[in-house]
């Protein structure tokens, strides 16, 4: 295949690719428009204008898109993105984007168009409540650890995989925005000035420092199973009868919890912007994620695990008890970060009456303290809520 050099797409040399890859038949009437609202890459929704077709072409820039220039970003992420869709996709092809197409030096991934979904958190913002949005998380999760760890994968596969998504860039921005930046007063901290003496408190935690200390340990160290990296609810693509997730370029080797605690932690973080009594369809996808994945990790290791030790009473649970605890103190971090850190949530900074956004987010700094320095003590999933309560 010829070799293609690196050129940041437009909406026109988009629609000239998508023929060129021949997406449509040739005179199709194609329009096109960069929609990416994500804070890295550039996202083009090439649309057949007859048939109301699309695809999407994702790339990468050679910059962080919400700084600039000043901030340089690897283009390998593209490739570890596709990688990352491809791989899902050999395990539930039902939960990710078909790849059509992928371009290592044009840093691309053309992918199938989600528009007739809509991203989760927007939904959720709105009041929507996705009925099976936390079954098809916790499958999706439950499935992808597995099958791509040591019990699922025998030792050599599992090595090569892992060679293959080693990202130390994106690696870095989570080590920095979620386990350092927020718990220290550095410069990339961004909170409104009413919650400087919450924030003060929370820097001068030293126990706080020292838990979040080893979760960030955990990330750097522990190469468990293939992560999608930032499994957001702006990650997420649903509707009441599908789910859909996108954008793993920060995906890598790292421990079973992280996702988890990423995904329950963005639906806390939805809770949190909602009333009380608007509330109960978050705890009860909190709870469903993590029962699900629990039960669907069980069946696969029972049934198809390679590891000569999984047969030995207790090893199972030693696993799962362990992605439980660490899962609760990533979510944790998350919902600090995302409070006080560089990039917030819209759940959050979208209550529009001040004092009601200052003490949800102050709720925030509270329950994401406790999950962190509880974590060890927490045994059931229904006491999440429980901590979500005491600290109103
Ligand atoms: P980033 O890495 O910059 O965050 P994302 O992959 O999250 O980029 O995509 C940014 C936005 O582009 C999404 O929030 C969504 O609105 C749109 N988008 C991305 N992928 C698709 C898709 N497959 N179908 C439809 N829209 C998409
Ligand atoms: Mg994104
Ligand atoms: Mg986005
Ligand atoms: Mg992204």
Known sequence: SKQSVYEPLTENTAISLALRLGLFPEGTPLTCREIGDGNLNLVFHVVDQTKNKGVIIKQALPYAKVVGESWPLTLKR?????????TFSSYVPEYVPKVYYSDESLAITVMEDLSHLQIARKGLIEGKTYPLLSQHIGQFLAKTLFYTSDFGLNQQQKKQLAQSFVNPELCKITEDLVFTDPFFDHDTNNFEE????????????SSLKLETAKLKRKFLTEGDALLHGDL??????????????????????????????QFLANLLLNALSRNEEEREPLFAHVEKTWEVFQQTFSELWENQNVETYAKVP??????????????????????????????????LD???????????????????????????????IQEIRQLFTQTT
């Open 314 to 347: 207790g090893f199972l649970q030693e696993v799962l008890d362990r992605t439980f605890t660490d899962a609760i103190g990533f979510a944790g971090c998350e919902i600090i970060r995302r409070t006080i850190g560089l990039a917030h949530v819209a759940d």
């Open 194 to 205: 009413e919650l400087r003496d919450d924030v003060e408190t929370l820097w001068n935690n």
């Open 78 to 86: 593209a490739t570890i993105e596709s990688n990352a869709l491809r």
């Open 232 to 261: 957001h609810t702006g990650s997420i693509f649903a509707s009441d009868e599908e789910t859909k997730i996108i954008d793993p370029e920060f995906a890598f080797y790292g421990p079973l919890g992280f996702d988890l605690g």
């Open 350 to 380: 979208g209550i529009k009456d001040k004092e009601e956004r200052l003490n949800a987010k102050r709720h925030a700094l509270r329950l994401g303290k406790t999950l962190i320095l509880k974590r060890e003590s927490i045994n059931k």
